[in-house]
Nanobody, 115 residues
Framework: QVQLVQSGGGLVQAGGSLRLSCAASGYIFSIKTMAWYRQAPGKQRELVAAIASDGTTTYVDSVKGRFTISRDNAKNTVYLQMNTLKPEDTAVYYC?????????WGQGTQVTVSS
């Protein structure tokens, strides 16, 4: 079955960096777009970044120039490098893949940025 297992995250001061990882299994990783979403308390889940099978990336405006999504198809893993973190980046982060119309999610990782 499809599994997305996340690692990374934690507590960091504003201006710091963190890297999230998401190891995927149960499907052909290399041909699917992977994404990172986040959900802050009291807010809707939002798409943060996505990377297509050809490496094309997209970002929400609020993280452009600070976050970088990447993938290693040999390791079936997608990463989110987060630099110059801000308190407003505090949220639970989820990796995501959409297969045959169904969304699959990682377990979620808390990222807390202190001011």
């Amino acid at each position: 079955q499809v599994q997305l297992v996340q690692s990374g995250g934690g507590l960091v001061q504003a201006g710091g960096s963190l890297r999230l990882s998401c190891a995927a299994s149960g499907y052909i990783f290399s041909i699917k777009t992977m994404a990172w979403y986040r959900q802050a308390p009291g807010k809707q889940r939002e798409l943060v970044a996505a990377i297509a099978s050809d490496g094309t990336t997209t970002y929400v405006d609020s993280v452009k120039g600070r976050f970088t999504i990447s993938r290693d198809n040999a390791k079936n893993t997608v990463y989110l490098q987060m630099n110059t973190l801000k308190p407003e980046d505090t949220a639970v982060y989820y990796c995501n893949v959409k297969l045959l119309g169904n969304h699959y999610w990682g377990q979620g990782t808390q990222v807390t940025v202190s001011s």
